[in-house]
């Protein structure tokens, strides 16, 4: 474990490398018991030093150092110091070649990074500073060296070995044992290295570039494994096809490989051609995986294939800079899984995720700029607000250029950059060069922390026939700056009128040519208080405002609720007429928020389940948009609009607008559940089935409110006769947070007999236990952490049991007697020693303290307070628990 030390980073005192490292040779020993690492680097003196004489400081960490030498010279212990993660040795010539061995322990490493052992085989994670657990090395993304490296292993428990680029050679050794010689042709990072050694099987395909060049790719599994390859497979060679469609972008390699291992930190590692995964997030097949999880792997392997340009050819120069990779990555596949299945749907989902967690995560202890100034540990920085929303910033800058001059700045910026590591800054004047655009003060959106909030009115002025809207932006202070200075902010938006949309005419600026029908918009707003008036309306308009989300904002305006029933028909933007659902939602549930606290009777707004009864009974619209239109918002966002938080009462009122909706609209949902239940061909995860299967199950979640015998028949059968996991799952969810308790058991008991051979299964079957609504559920959860089926090195498990209790389970977690604060603490401190990146993320939850009602946080508080006095806190949990508290 690294030690804590409260030693801060700061992204102001960056200074490029004292050395560069031209060719890295890297000669991996695996055995049973260590490993051990010889690497060759030829090294000089970075012409673009401040200092001439600088000593060479080398990052590593807790490694055993066996040998040592500078041009085959061998440095005795006098000749270098060693202290913390570096290792100095004081004078070296201009150029050199530097040996050194390491011996490692990769069975012992339960942090997941490093070179470590997952079941029975070897992999590296190197993202962000993990290289510096297998050698010596300058572990910084701007130092770029070309890597062979030579993989020797026994042959038996191990017959495949890899590593980045091309293979060169193979050769049989003595005792039993051989060796691979990869080599990469390209410049990289060293986060970007990557090696795998075990038993495993594969599937290939090929895939012909826009050039003709012809690419093998494999997809490395457990045997066991094999029939779920096929549909990463294609979402590889269709994401492949859509970055040369819509980047311009060939793969440049003639090989690509995607190995898959059970024990991971995150999702997926882009390390060059070597990608790799969790399995969650590349295997797949109708039987064991859902909707949801098809999507996700789709997504997944878009993303990782796409940082094959953002992120590896053109790299990050520092980790400040990790935005620049991850946010333009998520946008891309983003666009990506939109053009693959609906794009309303897609959007809808990304914006939930934003809303919730991004923007909690804004108004917290952790609130950091896309880019930010400074950090503790930068495995902390994986954040929301680095990926979701540098995502949004990269968007709304393809909002303001609109896609043919994004597309010119995004090549400018392939282009200029092929090759280095740059900065969010150096993406930023590419688009400005390629498009002309002042981007000065949109630049804000990297620097400034904080939701930026939106307050917005519109006056109709009936004799002149002008409509004005008014917009007043500000932005919550958060740690470190307590002032902010107004954002560039792209407001995509139409009015509508009676008759439809209304042609737009803005005063002062001459018609918009792009859109011939000039009902839609994107106003620049760029000051504290702005103002934007419409000529020639002929009616008081109701405007549609941020269309698709445009920016990641705060939008207050004040819509009546007709006016809001009026745009869920009406708006020509689908992601608005979803959004004036959901803000209808947000009133209705206000109000039953406020009646529950007053502890007073109060039924739900008539017009939610008339606005229900429409959608349920009109063939005419797409079914996804009307599960979507027929899920209440969800507690994290009411959580999200309603401060401080009451999660009891929050919780009391969804529940019982939802019971409103199950009884009043009984017949349509029964009606729709069996007519789309008729519906089914063959399983295929395609956007019209998804909707389908939404839909139908979406419609089995109210019936099962009922708490009826139909329904449960309904579900039972659903559960026993789907041919399909989505189906199952649906139908399991449906049960476990009803009330039928003798059946519930069974069931849950017959899945796990059913599925445990499958550990993706299991984690399900976790998660939906941790999840459940109903009281007793901690009780269960920390059952389950003593069943044989749960590690707690394995992180997929951590997430689906612990994870999820304390992220998706607000009612539960925060039950009155902080028994589910104590339990994450207990778990913090558990897996602070074996894995401090996930202990770190666990902690999120608690975090938030601050937003809870007096009770809840001097609870939270003090399970806070008890992690921070632990004798050994990893650097990760160190960072959060200190800042959570300050
Ligand atoms: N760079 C990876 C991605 O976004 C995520 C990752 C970060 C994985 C750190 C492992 C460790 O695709
Ligand atoms: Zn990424």
Known sequence: MRDAQATTIYLKDYQVPDFLIDRTALHFEIFDSHTLVHSTLAMRRNPAAKNASAPLVLDGCELELEALSIDDQAVTESGYESAGESLTIHTVPDSFTLRCTTRIYPQNNTSLEGLYKSSTMYCTQCEAEGFRKITYFLDRPDVMSVYTVTVDADSKRCPVLLSNGNLVSTETLEGGRHRAVWEDPHKKPAYLFALVAGDLERVSDTFTTMNGRKVDLHIYVEEKDLDKCDHAMLSLKNAMTWDEEVYGREYDLDIFNIVAVDDFNMGAMENKSLNIFNTSCVLASPGTTTDAGFQRVEGVVAHEYFHNWSGNRVTCRDWFQLSLKEGFTVFRDAEFSADMGSRVVKRVEDVGLLRTAQFAEDAGPMAHPVRPDSYMEISNFYTVTIYEKGAEVVRMIHTLLGPELFRKGSDLYFDRFDGQAVTCEDFVKAMEDASGMDLGQFRLWYSQAG??????????????????????????????????????????????????????????????????????????????????????????????????????????????????????????????RWEAAQQLGVLALKELVAAHQNNEVRALDERLITAGRNLLN????????????????????????????????????????????????????????????RRQGD??????????????????????????????QVCMEQLDTSDNMTDRIAALVALVNSEHEPQKALALQKFYQDWQHEPLVINQWFQIQATSHLPGTLKRVQELLNHPAFEIRNPNKVRAVIGAFCGQNAVNFHQT?????????????????????????L????????KYLPEQQALMKAELERIAAEPKLSRDVFEVVSKSLA
Not at 469 to 495: D, N, R, V, W, Y
Not at 504 to 526: F, I, Q, S, Y
Not at 843 to 850: E, F, T
Request: charged fraction near 20%; glycine fraction near 4%.
């Open 451 to 576: 939701t930026p909030q939106v307050d917005a009115r519109g006056e109709y002025d009936a004799e002149a026939n002008t409509y004005t809207l008014t917009f007043k932006q500000s932005c919550p202070k958060t740690p470190g700056q307590p002032q902010k200075e107004p954002f560039h902010i792209p407001i995509a938006m139409g009015l509508l009128g009676d008759a439809g949309a209304l042609r737009l005419e803005l005063k002062g600026e001459a018609p918009n040519p792009d859109t011939a029908d000039n009902t839609h918009t994107v106003l620049h707003l760029k000051q504290a208080e702005q103002q934007f008036v419409f000529e020639n309306v002929p009616e008081k308009p109701v405007p549609s405002l941020l269309r698709g989300f445009s920016a990641p904002v705060k939008l207050q305006f004040d819509y009546s609720r007709d006016e809001l029933l009026f745009l869920m028909q009406h708006d020509d933007d689908g992601f608005n």
């Open 618 to 677: 009109d063939d005419s619209l797409d079914l996804a948009m009307v599960a979507l239109m027929l899920t209440l918002p969800t507690e994290a966002y009411m959580a999200e609009v309603m401060q401080p938080v009451d999660v009891l009462s929050i919780h009391a009122a969804r529940m019982q607008a939802r019971l409103e909706l199950a009884t009043a609209l009984k017949e349509e949902f029964t009606n729709t559940y069996r007519t789309l239940s």
């Open 683 to 712: 399983y295929q995860p395609s956007a019209e089935q998804i909707a389908q299967r939404s839909l139908k199950n979406l419609c089995l979640q109210y019936l099962m409110l009922l708490n009826d015998e139909h329904s449960l």
């Open 817 to 841: 007697d902080g028994a589910g604060y104590r339990f994450l603490a207990d778990r913090v401190i558990e897996l602070n020693t074996l894995n401090p990146q996930i202990a770190s993320r």
């Open 843 to 850: 902690l999120g939850p608690l975090s938030k303290w601050r």
